[in-house]
């Protein structure tokens, strides 16, 4: 929805992606605001949308995995009969996530839309 004016307020607040083209009123409803007063910024705002529903994909994905690697690495120390230390899980966090984090945050969103779904 892209709205400039007051009477679209309400429109603009439902919508999923409600771009305000205009300073005014509308743009304190909207999610998003361009300065531009054209719909020009659609296709930006359509790239970081799908840009940060890949990463949040992503995310889940590396969370999950993680979790379960962690897990097996457990069970398995667990039949050996030994345990990992509470610094070796700290330790495991700061060498395996803080890195991992910090990369995922500079993906960038894709120059170009596409019809692919993010996987």
Same mark, same amino acid.
Not at 4 to 9: F, L, R
Not at 32 to 59: D, H, Y
Not at 88 to 114: G, H, K, M, N, R
């Given at each position: 929805?892209?709205?400039?004016?007051?009477?679209?307020?309400?429109?603009?607040?439902?919508?999923? $992606?409600?771009?305000?083209?205009?300073?005014?009123? $509308?743009?304190?409803?909207?999610?998003?605001?361009?300065?531009?007063?054209?719909?020009?910024?659609?296709?930006?705002?359509?790239?970081?949308?799908?840009?940060?529903? $890949?990463? %949040?994909?992503?995310?889940?994905?590396?969370?999950? %995995?993680?979790?379960?690697?962690?897990?097996?690495?457990?069970?398995?120390?667990?039949?050996?009969?030994?345990?990992?230390?509470?610094?070796?899980?700290?330790?495991?966090?700061?060498? $395996?996530?803080?890195?991992?984090?910090?990369?995922?945050?500079?993906?960038?969103?894709?120059?170009?839309?596409?019809?692919?779904?993010?996987?």
């Amino acid at each position: 929805m892209c709205g400039d004016g007051a009477n679209d307020c309400a429109a603009l607040k439902q919508a999923d $992606a409600g771009i305000s083209l205009s300073q005014a009123e $509308a743009s304190i409803a909207a999610p998003f605001t361009c300065s531009v007063p054209n719909i020009e910024c659609v296709p930006s705002l359509l790239r970081e949308g799908k840009a940060s529903l $890949a990463t %949040s994909f992503q995310i889940a994905k590396f969370i999950i %995995s993680y979790a379960l690697l962690q897990w097996f690495q457990c069970i398995q120390l667990y039949f050996w009969g030994q345990t990992l230390a509470d610094f070796t899980f700290l330790y495991e966090d700061i060498v $395996a996530l803080v890195p991992l984090s910090i990369f995922q945050s500079y993906t960038a969103a894709y120059p170009i839309l596409t019809k692919e779904i993010p996987s």
